[in-house]
């Protein structure tokens, strides 16, 4: 397993297991078996409905609480001084830690933006009391990380943001590096292209020819081959999947290497076209949904 240095010191696994719309009664099974196979990184968030399982996977594997890098993040509903300490005891409690690795931002609320900063400064809170080991955010732009950074104490360590090879975010990308922040891929796969929801008409990058050839070409999995575009650049990835063969392919990523010819192939596939929803106009209803105490 590659680890990445956060901006911070800490050190995190460079592929994690994400679980978006893992079902919370597979949600355990899926940890477990992703900690058994070597995964030492997990992927939640608090709206995502599925911490509590998330903590029952982690002490199913029989693992220590500090081999394993935990990740959640705050729901927008949560922003706020008071609200965003609350959301830490609620993710806590549901997951059965006493700290976590990393809490960030689910997303920035920019027609709300003294409840974001409120937010972030709960994180700042947490990350002095040793509560978390490191704080960051997703989603961010680069217009809404030039809002942050003046305001706060603590740069970012993480951007989690949408990032696969039809969607490259370059810009976000370089933003993040200039201030010492590191990119992590959410939907590294693509999965945001292919899986159902209200996204529109969209092509599933998981079908596309150049990856294909390129997968053939190493003998792995356009999945894989992904994966490897990311981690190779120095990018975190958290790929989901459910499915304990599909869990086990997407680790094996680390025996082999993409060219710099193939990489630019790769970087070659941008789109410029968001899949995910626009992070400037998060919906009303966001700020409507409750997240429960248990
Ligand atoms: N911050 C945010 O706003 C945000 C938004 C979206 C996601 N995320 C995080 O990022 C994680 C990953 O993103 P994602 O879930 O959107 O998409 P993803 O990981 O790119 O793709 C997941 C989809 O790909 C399938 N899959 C997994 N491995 C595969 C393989 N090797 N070959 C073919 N299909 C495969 C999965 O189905 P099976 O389960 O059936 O294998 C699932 O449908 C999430 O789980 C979540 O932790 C964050």
């Known amino acids: 397993m590659q680890n990445l240095t956060l901006n ?23 940890v477990e078996t992703a900690l058994g196979l070597g995964y030492r990184h997990i992927d939640t968030a608090a709206a995502y409905a599925n911490e509590r399982q998330v903590g ?6 029989g693992l220590d609480r500090d081999d394993v890098f935990l990740e959640t993040k705050v729901w927008v509903s949560d922003y706020g001084t008071d609200e965003t300490r609350h959301a830490f005891e609620k993710a806590t409690r549901k997951l059965g830690v006493d700290t976590l ?27 002095a ?21 003046p305001e706060v104490d603590v740069v970012p360590a993480v951007n989690q943001i949408e990032l696969h090879p039809y969607f490259q975010q370059t810009d976000v990308q370089k933003a993040d590096t200039e201030a010492g922040i590191l990119t992590q891929a959410w939907s590294p796969i693509g999965g945001i292209t292919f899986y159902p929801g209200p996204w529109g008409e969209r092509r599933s990058v998981l079908t596309d020819e150049t990856l294909a050839a390129l997968a ?64 400037d106009a998060p919906r009303d209803d966001f700020f409507d949904r409750v997240i429960p105490e248990e």
Do not use: C
């Open 129 to 149: 009391d040793g509560l978390v080991r490191a704080i960051g955010v997703s989603n961010f732009m680069p217009q809404h990380l030039a809002r942050l950074l």
């Open 216 to 279: 053939a070409s190493h003998g792995k999995s356009p999945a894989q081959i992904m994966l490897r575009w990311g981690v190779q650049q120095g990018r975190s990835v958290i790929p989901k999947s459910t499915n304990p063969t599909r869990i086990a392919e997407n680790l094996d990523v680390f025996d082999f290497e993409l060219s710099a010819d193939e990489l630019a192939r790769i970087d070659a596939l941008d789109t410029g076209v968001r899949s995910g929803p626009d992070p």
């Open 101 to 127: 690795d990393l809490l960030i931002l689910h997303q920035p609320a920019p027609a709300r933006w003294e409840r974001t900063l409120a937010a972030y400064r709960a994180l700042e809170g947490l990350l």
């Open 8 to 30: 911070n010191g800490v050190t995190m696994p460079a592929l994690g297991l994400g679980v978006f719309q893992s079902p919370p009664d597979e949600t355990a099974a899926a």
């Open 56 to 61: 029952e996977g982690m002490r199913a594997s």
